[in-house]
Protein backbone atom coordinates (compact mmCIF):
# COMPACT_ATOMS: atom_id res chain seq x y z
CA UNK A 1 0.00 0.00 0.00
CA UNK A 2 1.57 3.88 -0.66
CA UNK A 3 1.56 6.21 1.70
CA UNK A 4 -0.24 9.69 0.60
CA UNK A 5 2.85 12.05 0.90
CA UNK A 6 1.40 14.87 3.14
CA UNK A 7 2.71 18.68 1.40
CA UNK A 8 1.30 21.34 4.03
CA UNK A 9 2.39 22.59 6.95
CA UNK A 10 0.85 23.50 10.41
CA UNK A 11 1.50 25.62 13.06
CA UNK A 12 1.86 24.28 16.59
CA UNK A 13 -1.13 26.39 17.75
CA UNK A 14 -3.47 24.34 15.52
CA UNK A 15 -2.67 21.89 17.51
CA UNK A 16 -3.09 23.27 20.98
CA UNK A 17 -5.81 21.43 23.37
CA UNK A 18 -6.59 22.54 27.06
CA UNK A 19 -8.56 19.78 29.09
CA UNK A 20 -9.97 20.18 32.46
CA UNK A 21 -11.42 17.92 35.04
CA UNK A 22 -12.66 18.34 39.02
CA UNK A 23 -10.61 15.59 40.77
CA UNK A 24 -13.45 13.52 42.96
CA UNK A 25 -13.00 10.86 45.54
CA UNK A 26 -12.99 8.00 42.78
CA UNK A 27 -10.04 9.69 41.39
CA UNK A 28 -7.76 9.49 44.53
CA UNK A 29 -6.40 7.18 47.20
CA UNK A 30 -7.94 7.07 50.80
CA UNK A 31 -5.06 9.85 51.88
CA UNK A 32 -7.05 12.74 49.51
CA UNK A 33 -4.21 12.60 47.02
CA UNK A 34 -5.07 11.78 43.11
CA UNK A 35 -3.27 8.31 41.37
CA UNK A 36 -0.27 9.37 39.28
CA UNK A 37 -2.39 6.79 37.11
CA UNK A 38 -5.06 8.68 36.54
CA UNK A 39 -3.39 11.15 35.27
CA UNK A 40 -1.28 9.56 32.87
CA UNK A 41 -4.71 8.97 31.64
CA UNK A 42 -5.72 12.19 31.30
CA UNK A 43 -2.24 12.88 29.57
CA UNK A 44 -2.33 10.53 27.33
CA UNK A 45 -5.95 11.73 26.39
CA UNK A 46 -4.95 15.58 26.22
CA UNK A 47 -1.26 14.19 23.71
CA UNK A 48 -3.57 12.11 21.44
CA UNK A 49 -5.96 14.84 21.04
CA UNK A 50 -3.64 17.47 19.90
CA UNK A 51 -1.62 14.86 17.39
CA UNK A 52 -4.82 14.20 15.68
CA UNK A 53 -5.66 17.62 15.69
CA UNK A 54 -2.09 18.14 13.79
CA UNK A 55 -2.35 14.90 11.61
CA UNK A 56 -5.80 14.64 11.18
CA UNK A 57 -6.17 10.71 11.32
CA UNK A 58 -5.88 8.36 14.33
CA UNK A 59 -3.14 8.07 16.07
CA UNK A 60 -1.51 5.76 18.70
CA UNK A 61 0.86 6.04 21.93
CA UNK A 62 4.20 4.55 21.17
CA UNK A 63 6.35 6.39 23.62
CA UNK A 64 5.93 8.50 27.05
CA UNK A 65 9.59 10.15 28.47
CA UNK A 66 9.78 10.54 32.34
CA UNK A 67 6.84 11.32 34.07
CA UNK A 68 7.70 13.14 37.46
CA UNK A 69 4.86 14.31 39.84
CA UNK A 70 6.34 17.64 41.18
CA UNK A 71 3.38 18.64 43.30
CA UNK A 72 0.63 16.08 44.95
CA UNK A 73 -2.87 16.99 43.34
CA UNK A 74 -5.67 16.50 45.64
CA UNK A 75 -9.26 15.93 45.93
CA UNK A 76 -11.46 19.20 44.70
CA UNK A 77 -8.78 20.37 43.02
CA UNK A 78 -9.07 21.37 38.81
CA UNK A 79 -6.59 20.03 36.75
CA UNK A 80 -5.73 21.23 33.73
CA UNK A 81 -3.77 19.70 31.01
CA UNK A 82 -2.54 21.63 28.22
CA UNK A 83 -1.03 19.72 25.41
CA UNK A 84 0.57 21.02 21.53
CA UNK A 85 2.43 19.05 19.50
CA UNK A 86 6.52 20.03 20.18
CA UNK A 87 7.62 17.67 17.27
CA UNK A 88 6.21 16.52 14.05
CA UNK A 89 8.74 14.08 11.50
CA UNK A 90 7.59 11.28 8.96
CA UNK A 91 4.84 9.64 10.38
CA UNK A 92 5.72 10.32 13.98
CA UNK A 93 4.76 13.12 16.68
CA UNK A 94 5.60 14.47 20.50
CA UNK A 95 3.02 16.09 22.36
CA UNK A 96 4.39 17.86 24.98
CA UNK A 97 1.45 18.05 28.06
CA UNK A 98 1.54 20.53 30.98
CA UNK A 99 -0.46 19.50 34.07
CA UNK A 100 -1.43 22.70 36.73
CA UNK A 101 -3.92 21.67 39.53
CA UNK A 102 -6.10 24.77 41.05
CA UNK A 103 -7.83 24.91 44.30
CA UNK A 104 -11.18 26.52 42.92
CA UNK A 105 -11.86 28.53 45.82
CA UNK A 106 -8.56 30.16 46.78
CA UNK A 107 -6.99 29.87 42.44
CA UNK A 108 -3.98 29.29 43.59
CA UNK A 109 -2.04 27.18 40.45
CA UNK A 110 0.23 24.27 41.06
CA UNK A 111 2.49 23.27 37.91
CA UNK A 112 2.55 19.24 38.89
CA UNK A 113 4.27 17.69 35.86
CA UNK A 114 5.06 18.20 32.30
CA UNK A 115 5.47 15.13 30.01
CA UNK A 116 6.92 14.16 26.48
CA UNK A 117 4.52 12.01 24.51
CA UNK A 118 5.08 9.78 21.08
CA UNK A 119 2.57 8.62 19.20
CA UNK A 120 2.28 7.24 15.36
CA UNK A 121 -0.60 8.81 13.00
CA UNK A 122 -2.35 5.67 11.44
CA UNK A 123 -4.23 5.76 8.37
CA UNK A 124 -7.40 4.05 8.31
CA UNK A 125 -6.59 0.66 7.25
CA UNK A 126 -4.29 0.95 10.66
CA UNK A 127 -0.79 1.62 8.44
CA UNK A 128 1.55 4.46 9.78
CA UNK A 129 0.71 7.36 7.52
CA UNK A 130 2.88 10.83 6.90
CA UNK A 131 1.85 14.32 8.89
CA UNK A 132 1.88 17.84 8.43
CA UNK A 133 5.10 19.55 8.75
CA UNK A 134 5.41 21.43 11.96
CA UNK A 135 6.12 25.46 12.06
CA UNK A 136 6.64 27.77 15.23
CA UNK A 137 5.09 30.94 15.23
CA UNK A 138 7.08 32.19 18.13
CA UNK A 139 10.36 31.96 19.77
CA UNK A 140 9.27 30.02 22.39
CA UNK A 141 7.61 27.75 20.28
CA UNK A 142 10.85 27.10 17.87
CA UNK A 143 12.75 26.33 21.10
CA UNK A 144 10.90 23.66 21.86
CA UNK A 145 11.02 22.32 18.30
CA UNK A 146 14.44 21.96 18.87
CA UNK A 147 14.39 20.62 22.29
CA UNK A 148 12.00 17.95 21.06
CA UNK A 149 14.69 17.39 18.51
CA UNK A 150 17.42 16.42 20.71
CA UNK A 151 14.90 14.49 22.58
CA UNK A 152 14.15 12.67 19.53
CA UNK A 153 17.80 11.99 19.13
CA UNK A 154 17.89 10.88 22.35
CA UNK A 155 15.24 8.40 22.35
CA UNK A 156 16.39 6.94 19.25
CA UNK A 157 20.13 6.50 20.45
CA UNK A 158 19.07 3.81 22.25
CA UNK A 159 20.15 5.73 25.72
CA UNK A 160 17.26 6.54 26.69
CA UNK A 161 16.13 3.05 27.23
CA UNK A 162 19.56 2.47 29.63
CA UNK A 163 18.57 5.40 31.63
Same mark, same amino acid.
Given at each position: ?28 N ?20 ? !? ?7 ? %?? =? $?? @? ?20 S??G ?18 ? !? ?7 ? %?Y =? $?? @? ?5 T???K ?9 R ?16 A???
Amino acid at each position: MKMEKVDHEKPVSASRVTLAQLMQPQHANNQGNVHGGWIMKLMDEAGALA !CMRHAQNRV %VT =V $AV @DRMTFQQPIRIGDLVTLTAEVSYAGRTSMEAEVTVVAEDPVSGE !CTHTNTAYL %VY =V $AL @DNAGIPTEVPKLFSETEEEQRRIETALARRKHRLSGEADRS
